[in-house]
């Protein structure tokens, strides 16, 4: 017979490398010469290869002598990060950054798929003696030994006083360790290291820290804790301000306040995963938004989309807690500047001192200077917001809002629990997939909910996705409760759904999912998806995908529930000018994209010429579109110009349904391009590769700008075909 090699919760994760020693410190802060790193050591300790008796005798079975023993597969190797060091970069005189930069995709999840790189942000902080001695963050752990050199550059790690975490995973933990191996060495029990955490990253790091922190070590752990704020004192004279603002996705995550500088730690909020280097040099030199919203506010967006707008909710919870009612300092330097934030602090005042009058007992009041502007916003990735910082908030208020009022129009329950990160990843993807088919989601994590909120948030939901990791060959607990609230829920057999998860061995906690729920009768919007180890790009366009789908089948069932309602077509009745529009032709292509081993294909009419100088066109591309993630800025793409001839086969492939992760060229014959590396049709008599140059937001659609790179005509007498319309309402 053959034996199962044991669990995850037995053996660990499987293929981790343990983490490198730190790199003897250098003497200045400058980058190091760029250079390939693997993403390191995982949180959980290697498991070992079993003998066939070991084995056997651990899980009380008999095997035969001769019989092979079924071990766990192996990992795949993790990719290299190519990384170009960590710098120190001032912010002010009390404050630095330590910026790890990387200017390719940092991991294949579905917020790094502009590919415009990261920036993993630490911060130093002036605290006792006047000297640097206070750390927020560390980076991602392929940063961890220039982390280290550029760290004992500005002060040795054993004079550090405070490491406040203001979220930490699995990634971060190697580095921590490194950290807290050199701050810990030789130091004195009467002058403890101070952790500041919250609850859930103190669990998370006495379990993945426990070899570093063993009793008797020098550390003294501050938790905060409750819906309010609580401050961290460094000195007798000087504390800073923590605010608790976690996410499903983030449960661990808080908000650190600085009054002395007025500059608010924001952790995962207001970040941007985007290397400042590649958009300027001069941006790569600073720690600020050099170029403010016209640089970065893509990237903002971008972010914000993927990973805030399916926790809107939670989200915007978040920002009530923030004093970001903010003016950036620099304006201050003008007399305008100065009569604005005057204006607005005095408005402030004014607030305060009423309410302190008709409160408790005519209480003197107190100036709150953090609450009256904020000079900057210092986040895990991207810039220290100071430039773009108004209209940031701003923007992030009003795409909060949005969310949340989607919500209550229709809304999709992402529900998961994850083991190492992997199958929240495909829930963020998924996620992302269906608030591009403009669809709320409402997500949740099922290790940090009762069931009672299960329950409720199913009966708020039109559809529904829960995914699972395998463990010892089964669904967690939490997943098998929540699985089981919600086939006890009558209203839940209406609704449309999915399963999802990742796996190491065999993934059956997928299989069981899709089995109870197609035994209760339920319809599944996609396949079930399933995913050895970490997902890669394909995995992720196919969440992206299926999510798209979910939200569409949450669409139509919502729009034929109007239309009963209405007891009429007459309600949905093109107007004149949606009969007018039809009117508009444009020329059929297909257009095509590739993300490394992803393709994606789309047919299009909606193409135009728009410049001579250089050559350039736009196409118009629906939100809800697959291939829209591809068509980002510096991503190259393909158009095939489709004859006359052909017009009728290519629209008969290209408009069926295809299900999440089918080749949509597979009825067409085509190649690569060698001037892009896209697809082109064969059949096709004109065909232009070009690249992203920009794009536009235009009410449901992008206006994405492309220049001409590269041509060729293969028939001077063929014509192009033209996409004919009745109505302007639809495609």
């Given at each position: 017979?053959?034996?199962?090699?044991?669990?995850?919760?037995?053996?660990?994760?499987?293929?981790?490398?343990?983490?490198?020693?730190?790199?003897?410190?250098?003497?200045?802060?400058?980058?190091?010469?760029?250079?390939?790193?693997?993403?390191?050591?995982?949180?959980?300790?290697?498991?070992?290869?079993?003998?066939?008796?070991?084995?056997?005798?651990?899980?009380?079975?008999?095997?035969?002598?001769?019989?092979?023993?079924?071990?766990?597969?192996?990992?795949?190797?993790?990719?290299?990060?190519?990384?170009?060091?960590?710098?120190?970069?001032?912010?002010?005189?009390?404050?630095?950054?330590?910026?790890?930069?990387?200017?390719?995709?940092?991991?294949?999840?579905?917020?790094?798929?502009?590919?415009?790189?990261?920036?993993?942000?630490?911060?130093?902080?002036?605290?006792?003696?006047?000297?640097?001695?206070?750390?927020?963050?560390?980076?991602?752990?392929?940063?961890?030994?220039?982390?280290?050199?550029?760290?004992?550059?500005?002060?040795?790690?054993?004079?550090?006083?405070?490491?406040?975490?203001?979220?930490?995973?699995?990634?971060?933990?190697?580095?921590?360790?490194?950290?807290?191996?050199?701050?810990?060495?030789?130091?004195?029990?009467?002058?403890?290291?101070?952790?500041?955490?919250?609850?859930?990253?103190?669990?998370?790091?006495?379990?993945?820290?426990?070899?570093?922190?063993?009793?008797?070590?020098?550390?003294?752990?501050?938790?905060?804790?409750?819906?309010?704020?609580?401050?961290?004192?460094?000195?007798?004279?000087?504390?800073?301000?923590?605010?608790?603002?976690?996410?499903?996705?983030?449960?661990?995550?808080?908000?650190?306040?600085?009054?002395?500088?007025?500059?608010?730690?924001?952790?995962?909020?207001?970040?941007?995963?985007?290397?400042?280097?590649?958009?300027?040099?001069?941006?790569?030199?600073?720690?600020?938004?050099?170029?403010?919203?016209?640089?970065?506010?893509?990237?903002?967006?971008?972010?914000?989309?993927?990973?805030?707008?399916?926790?809107?909710?939670?989200?915007?919870?978040?920002?009530?807690?923030?004093?970001?009612?903010?003016?950036?300092?620099?304006?201050?330097?003008?007399?305008?500047?100065?009569?604005?934030?005057?204006?607005?602090?005095?408005?402030?005042?004014?607030?305060?001192?009423?309410?302190?009058?008709?409160?408790?007992?005519?209480?003197?009041?107190?100036?709150?200077?953090?609450?009256?502007?904020?000079?900057?916003?210092?986040?895990?990735?991207?810039?220290?917001?100071?430039?773009?910082?108004?209209?940031?908030?701003?923007?992030?208020?009003?795409?909060?809002?949005?969310?949340?009022?989607?919500?209550?129009?229709?809304?999709?329950?992402?529900?998961?629990?994850?083991?190492?990160?992997?199958?929240?990843?495909?829930?963020?993807?998924?996620?992302?997939?269906?608030?591009?088919?403009?669809?709320?989601?409402?997500?949740?994590?099922?290790?940090?909910?009762?069931?009672?909120?299960?329950?409720?948030?199913?009966?708020?939901?039109?559809?529904?996705?829960?995914?699972?990791?395998?463990?010892?060959?089964?669904?967690?607990?939490?997943?098998?409760?929540?699985?089981?609230?919600?086939?006890?829920?009558?209203?839940?057999?209406?609704?449309?759904?999915?399963?999802?998860?990742?796996?190491?061995?065999?993934?059956?906690?997928?299989?069981?999912?899709?089995?109870?729920?197609?035994?209760?009768?339920?319809?599944?919007?996609?396949?079930?998806?399933?995913?050895?180890?970490?997902?890669?790009?394909?995995?992720?366009?196919?969440?992206?995908?299926?999510?798209r789908d979910l939200a569409v089948q949450v669409k139509r069932r919502l729009k034929n529930r109007e239309r009963s309602s209405a007891g009429s077509m007459a309600a949905v009745a093109a107007s004149g000018a949606q009969l007018a529009m039809g009117?508009?032709?444009?020329?059929?292509?297909?257009?095509?994209?590739?993300?490394?081993?992803?393709?994606?294909?789309?047919?299009?009419?909606?193409?135009?010429?728009?410049?001579?100088?250089?050559?350039?066109?736009?196409?118009?591309?629906?939100?809800?579109?697959?291939?829209?993630?591809?068509?980002?800025?510096?991503?190259?793409?393909?158009?095939?110009?489709?004859?006359?001839?052909?017009?009728?086969?290519?629209?008969?492939?290209?408009?069926?349904?295809?299900?999440?992760?089918?080749?949509?060229?597979?009825?067409?014959?085509?190649?690569?391009?060698?001037?892009?590396?896209?697809?082109?049709?064969?059949?096709?008599?004109?065909?232009?590769?070009?690249?992203?140059?920009?794009?536009?937001?235009?009410?449901?659609?992008?206006?994405?700008?492309?220049?001409?790179?590269?041509?060729?005509?293969?028939?001077?007498?063929?014509?192009?075909?033209?996409?004919?319309?009745?109505?302007?309402?639809?495609?």
């Amino acid at each position: 017979m053959q034996l199962r090699a044991p669990s995850a919760r037995v053996a660990g994760r499987r293929g981790a490398s343990a983490p490198r020693a730190a790199l003897p410190g250098r003497t200045s802060c400058a980058p190091s010469p760029r250079r390939h790193r693997g993403q390191g050591a995982s949180l959980l300790p290697a498991a070992p290869a079993l003998a066939a008796a070991a084995v056997s005798s651990r899980l009380g079975v008999v095997a035969r002598a001769a019989a092979p023993v079924a071990v766990a597969p192996e990992a795949p190797p993790e990719p290299v990060v190519p990384i170009e060091g960590v710098v120190c970069l001032p912010v002010t005189a009390n404050i630095k950054c330590l910026r790890g930069v990387c200017n390719e995709r940092l991991k294949y999840e579905v917020e790094y798929s502009l590919k415009r790189g990261t920036s993993e942000n630490s911060y130093l902080i002036r605290g006792v003696g006047g000297k640097f001695t206070v750390l927020l963050d560390v980076p991602f752990k392929a940063f961890a030994n220039d982390f280290m050199t550029a760290l004992a550059a500005e002060v040795p790690p054993s004079e550090l006083s405070h490491v406040i975490i203001t979220h930490v995973g699995p990634n971060r933990i190697p580095t921590l360790k490194l950290l807290l191996e050199a701050a810990l060495a030789g130091r004195p029990a009467d002058r403890p290291l101070r952790l500041v955490v919250t609850n859930p990253a103190k669990g998370a790091l006495e379990k993945g820290l426990a070899d570093v922190l063993v009793p008797g070590a020098p550390v003294e752990w501050e938790v905060v804790k409750g819906g309010g704020e609580a401050q961290i004192k460094i000195t007798e004279a000087y504390a800073l301000t923590a605010l608790l603002t976690p996410t499903p996705r983030w449960p661990d995550a808080m908000c650190v306040i600085d009054p002395l500088s007025k500059v608010v730690f924001t952790s995962k909020l207001f970040s941007a995963h985007v290397a400042p280097g590649l958009l300027n040099a001069k941006a790569g030199g600073s720690a600020f938004d050099v170029g403010g919203w016209s640089a970065y506010g893509e990237h903002w967006r971008y972010f914000f989309d993927c990973m805030l707008a399916p926790v809107a909710t939670q989200a915007s919870s978040a920002l009530d807690k923030l004093p970001v009612t903010a003016t950036p300092r620099a304006s201050l330097d003008t007399p305008a500047g100065f009569l604005g934030s005057l204006l607005t602090s005095w408005s402030s005042m004014v607030a305060e001192l009423t309410r302190g009058s008709k409160g408790s007992g005519g209480a003197a009041w107190a100036p709150q200077p953090v609450s009256l502007f904020a000079y900057a916003l210092a986040p895990q990735h991207g810039p220290v917001v100071r430039t773009g910082l108004s209209q940031l908030v701003a923007e992030y208020r009003r795409w909060t809002q949005d969310q949340v009022a989607a919500l209550a129009r229709s809304s999709v329950c992402v529900m998961y629990a994850s083991a190492y990160g992997n199958t929240a990843a495909l829930a963020q993807a998924i996620s992302r997939g269906v608030t591009k088919g403009d669809v709320a989601v409402n997500t949740i994590n099922l290790e940090l909910v009762t069931l009672d909120e299960v329950v409720s948030a199913i009966k708020a939901s039109d559809g529904f996705v829960i995914g699972s990791p395998t463990l010892g060959g089964h669904m967690p607990t939490p997943v098998q409760l929540a699985l089981g609230s919600i086939l006890r829920e009558a209203g839940a057999r209406e609704l449309p759904c999915g399963v999802f998860g990742s796996f190491g061995w065999s993934g059956e906690a997928v299989d069981e999912m899709e089995a109870k729920l197609k035994d209760g009768g339920y319809g599944f919007a996609f396949k079930p998806i399933k995913v050895k180890f970490k997902p890669t790009a394909t995995d992720l366009t196919t969440c992206e995908q299926s999510g798209r789908d979910l939200a569409v089948q949450v669409k139509r069932r919502l729009k034929n529930r109007e239309r009963s309602s209405a007891g009429s077509m007459a309600a949905v009745a093109a107007s004149g000018a949606q009969l007018a529009m039809g009117r508009v032709v444009g020329s059929l292509c297909v257009v095509t994209s590739r993300d490394e081993e992803a393709v994606s294909a789309m047919l299009a009419s909606w193409v135009s010429q728009a410049s001579f100088d250089p050559p350039g066109i736009t196409i118009a591309v629906k939100k809800d579109r697959g291939m829209e993630t591809m068509l980002t800025p510096g991503n190259a793409f393909a158009v095939s110009m489709v004859p006359e001839s052909q017009e009728r086969a290519v629209m008969k492939a290209m408009t069926k349904p295809f299900a999440p992760g089918t080749d949509r060229l597979a009825a067409l014959p085509h190649h690569d391009s060698e001037a892009s590396g896209c697809p082109v049709l064969d059949d096709s008599h004109a065909v232009l590769d070009c690249s992203v140059v920009s794009r536009m937001e235009a009410g449901d659609h992008w206006i994405v700008y492309g220049q001409v790179n590269a041509g060729k005509l293969t028939s001077d007498t063929l014509l192009t075909a033209v996409h004919h319309r009745k109505v302007g309402n639809h495609y």
